[in-house]
């Protein structure tokens, strides 16, 4: 058992382990709404751009949050200009705008000198260098899109089954949206410290892909790939911590070896009803 | 239940809207002089029309024609540059969803893999008025059961939505369309993308709703499908080309207006059938057609 309650002695692992279980669960319920609505490239794209908002502050000396924050609304707002071009569809434009932005970020924090945040932490995260204010705006961000979740979850889930005949039986399907547009940049710039801008897209899609394959009902694939975000989390940092590898990488391995898993063990009880099915229309008279 | 193509059917039973007492003897849907589109886009002009409780119409046109920008300013979802909406007495603002408007959409535009059921998805038709806590109350899931009992899907309401056939995809959006005690139904393309018996166990059951005091409006590509079965048609194209029973308005100047195309339109034992005569087809398109029709008459249509 040593080497679970070990690394606990140490107060920035307890940080990590918190900060951890927060944007893994935060991550994983919002996972839910970006595969649903099929709008996986967005959350790996605004990952992508948070990457140049963040160099942009580090250059001009303002606070990284808020340069990363600058750089999803950029790209959300230059995401819809380009893709409302005729000709062009929307991944084309998340990919043009985004990829700017990221190649513009590793441009500036290798030109900038003494910045004190290197371009892996940035790319791969640093779940272990997670202080008081990083701690602060993921409880923030969690607290937030659990309050938007619990006071809105009849109007997101219709406006996200199905936009128009929600908008058309009274539901304000544009402001959810935009709502769900805003949460999805809010979490990708709460978890970047953890997961590292490459790796925060695998952390919105993998939980609701895990758990789709295990339940048929929204609110049960809600609470299941939260808690696979969580749990990958956990799992993710303690091997992190004796591998002496970096966090975002393991919990990110961590969550695609449960996937799978589920994957192959869903396959296989799905093989073995179907032929258990054949065998009884055979012996049926 | 048979129902006279030529007739609209009586309604049963009254349906009494919200609000005043004259509410509920106000036309269901009373549209004046409308005008609209996408932004300054004018899809739609000068369209008046009155559905009366019972009545169905059928909406036809070309691709282009404006049927379904229509049912998007009924519902709030176009723009309305002229003219006013009333639903039951109650005008409507341009951009507002109609309180008592149910839609029912297109069976492809739906992602049948959301991970719903059947008894959530017809709920989800009461999100708007629905309280702020995120379950539904007691009485707003017997009223979902009520509506899937009404319309043959009781047993089902738990399984998901992915393993209904074509035809209870249909009661089910039916059934979400009603949960707001609709006064108006509004069907978007449902014959697209089902099969011949479907269509006819969709149009049995929206003759039953419309007898129980419905007013209902389809819009549909089948002109032979819905000059055989309903009693109204409106054709459209940009504006409204002609409004009245097929036997009146199914000619071939107004197909000519409304389709831009010299189309044929066949009197053959009481029925009636379009049919393009290309110089290759001849009269064996005509006899096919005049059979498809008549394979595709629903029962209750006699």
């Not at chain 1, 929307?90 to 700017?100: E, G, K, L, P, S």
């Not at chain 2, 209904?164 to 009603?178: D, E, K, N, T, Y």
């Not at chain 2, 419905?214 to 819905?226: C, E, G, K, S």
């Not at chain 2, 009146?248 to 393009?276: C, F, M, N, S």
């Amino acid at each position: 058992m040593d080497w679970l309650i070990e690394p606990l002695g140490f107060g920035f692992f307890q940080r990590a382990l918190l900060a951890g279980v927060l944007v893994g669960g935060l991550c994983g319920s919002l996972s839910v709404f970006v595969v649903q609505r099929r709008m996986s490239s967005i959350g790996h794209g605004l990952a992508h751009s948070v990457l140049g908002g963040v160099g942009i502050a580090l250059a001009l000396g303002v606070h990284e949050y808020l340069g990363a924050a600058a750089a999803t609304a950029v790209a959300a707002v230059l995401i819809d200009r380009v893709g409302r071009r005729r000709g062009l569809h929307v991944d084309a434009a998340i990919w043009i705008v985004t990829t700017a932005l990221f190649a513009l970020g590793v441009v500036v924090v290798s030109r900038v000198e003494g910045v004190g945040v290197s371009t892996e932490s940035l790319l791969f995260g640093d779940v272990l260098g997670v202080g008081t204010g990083d701690l602060a705006l993921i409880g923030a961000v969690s607290a937030g899109f659990a309050i938007l979740l619990l006071a809105r979850w009849k109007a997101l889930v219709f406006t996200t089954f199905d936009h128009d005949v929600a908008a058309a039986m009274g539901v304000a399907a544009g402001r959810h949206e935009a709502l769900l547009n805003l949460a999805t940049a809010a979490v990708v710039v709460a978890s970047v410290r953890v997961l590292g801008v490459l790796l925060i897209a695998s952390a919105v899609v993998l939980p609701a892909a895990l758990a789709r394959l295990l339940t048929a009902s929204f609110g049960r694939l809600l609470a299941l790939a939260t808690v696979v975000g969580s749990a990958a989390a956990v799992v993710g940092l303690y091997a992190s911590f004796h591998l002496n590898a970096p966090s975002g990488s393991t919990i990110v391995l961590t969550g695609t070896t449960a996937f799978a898993v589920v994957l192959v063990v869903v396959a296989v009880r799905t093989g073995l009803a179907r032929r258990r099915g054949i065998a009884e229309a055979h012996r049926a008279p | 239940m048979a129902v006279d193509p030529a007739e609209p059917a009586e309604p049963r039973r009254r349906r009494v809207a919200s609000g005043s007492p004259e509410a509920s003897h106000a036309l269901p849907l009373l549209v004046r002089d409308l005008s609209g589109g996408y932004g300054a886009l004018r899809a739609l002009e000068h369209v008046d029309l009155e559905v009366a409780r019972g009545e169905i119409v059928g909406v036809v046109g070309p691709s282009g024609a404006g049927k379904t920008t229509l049912l998007r300013l009924l519902t709030g979802q176009a723009d309305r540059h002229a003219g006013r909406v009333e639903v039951a007495g109650q005008r409507i603002r341009n951009r507002r969803a109609p309180r008592r408007v149910g839609l029912v959409p297109q069976l492809g535009s739906v992602d049948w893999d959301f991970p719903l059921t059947v008894e959530q998805a017809v709920l989800l038709g009461l999100s708007a008025d629905s309280g702020r806590r995120p379950w539904f109350s007691r009485s707003e899931r017997a009223r979902a059961r009520e509506l899937l009992d009404r319309l043959g899907l009781d047993g089902l309401a738990q399984r998901p939505i992915r393993a209904l056939s074509g035809g209870q995809r249909q009661r089910m959006f039916l059934a979400r369309a009603m949960i707001r005690d609709a006064d108006v139904l509004l069907l978007d393309e449902p014959t697209s993308g089902v099969d011949v018996a479907t269509r006819a166990e969709v149009l049995g059951l929206v003759g039953e709703l419309a007898a129980d005091g419905l007013a209902v409006l389809i819009t549909t590509h089948d002109l032979n499908w819905v000059a055989a079965h309903l009693p109204r048609l409106l054709f459209l194209n940009q504006s409204v080309v002609a409004d009245g029973p097929p036997r009146e308005v199914l000619t071939p100047e107004v197909l000519r207006k409304t389709y831009e195309a010299d189309l044929t339109v066949i009197h053959e034992q009481g029925r009636i059938a379009v049919v393009d005569e290309q110089p290759l087809l001849g009269s064996a398109a005509t006899a096919s057609a005049a059979a498809a029709d008549r394979a595709e008459r629903p029962p209750w249509t006699g």
